[in-house]
């Protein structure tokens, strides 16, 4: 075990010492080594914030039905952009279906689905690359993106090891433009609580942070907290095996922090330090070396 710093980590901290709530994460790496200090912010509104928005999705559950990526277009006003921009490598989808095949050897091939989306990284590779600060960290541990200050370096999306950023090639929201993508009636569908993007700015994965204000606001009328699944993502929401789980890491009985500490949990590229938002569930599977069903 790494004996502790005073200016490395893992770093002494004094008796009952707790991170803001933006630095709270399941996250643990396996191999623990020294490195340089990395305290969490905590000035400003980061000290008073009381939430940690995290995400868990069960690979148990997961069928790769592709709801959770309709409901992400509908709820934050998605272009559906063709497919000969898809061809491209331009498309538009905040959450994939990463699919992957292993083959099971005497039977027949084992199929894993992994939806993919932005991770909300507590030590996010995108935000330190950014020359206008149009992505960063916000108070309550989500990954935000700020589209009125982005210049459209793409940056970020080349920083981003989990490759969940698109950008807008073309200008989708303008009605004169022959690349609009919400011709009548589709315009009626628009959600008004999500702005629609213009041409050359970077988007992603905001874990619907509407939804996330509004749940908020609603507490904070009624003089109580958030209640744990009060507040769910339009993935999340859609999901038919309830594969995706969503809430505040902060409350220790919230579902998600469960399922986040969990004995299945694991991290996409775990190895690079990210100190992912979003835990993966392992997939539960069977030894049937011995012929049991």
């Not at 400003?44 to 148990?60: E, F, I, P, Q, T």
């Not at 594969?243 to 986040?260: P, R, W, Y």
């Amino acid at each position: 075990m790494t004996r502790p710093g005073k200016h490395t980590e893992p770093k002494e901290r004094p008796p009952g010492w707790q991170p803001p709530a933006h630095a709270i994460t399941a996250f643990e790496p396996k191999q623990k080594g020294r490195h340089a200090s990395d305290d969490p912010v905590n000035v400003g509104s980061y000290v008073h914030a009381k939430h940690r928005w995290a995400m868990s999705v069960d690979l148990n559950s997961c069928t790769g039905c592709a709801a959770c990526v309709v409901a992400c277009n509908a709820e934050n006003n998605i272009p559906i952009v063709g497919p000969d921009l898809v061809r491209r490598g331009r498309e538009m989808q905040w959450i994939r279906i990463d699919r992957f095949e292993e083959k099971v050897a005497p039977g027949a091939s084992d199929v894993r689905f992994v939806p993919m989306m932005c991770q909300h990284c507590g030590d996010a590779p995108c935000e330190m690359v950014c020359p206008v600060y149009a992505t960063y960290h916000n108070p309550e541990g989500l990954n935000a993106q700020v589209y009125n200050r982005c210049v459209g370096t793409r940056y970020c999306s080349n920083n981003c090891p989990y490759k969940v950023r698109v950008f807008n090639w073309f200008d989708y929201s303008a009605p004169e433009k022959t690349t609009f993508a919400f011709p009548e009636p589709l315009n009626w569908q628009l959600n008004p609580d999500v702005t629609v993007r213009s041409k050359g700015v970077m988007e992603k994965c905001t874990m619907c942070i509407q939804r996330i204000l509004e749940g908020k606001g609603n507490a904070k009328d009624e003089s109580r907290p958030v209640r744990d699944g009060e507040i769910q993502t339009a993935c999340a929401q859609s999901c038919p095996t309830q594969a995706i789980t969503f809430g505040d890491l902060v409350d220790v009985e919230s579902a998600v922090h469960k399922k986040s500490f969990g004995e299945r949990k694991y991290w996409v590229f775990e190895e690079l330090y990210t100190k992912p938002g979003v835990t993966y569930l392992q997939k539960v599977t069977r030894d049937t070396a011995g012929g049991e069903a």
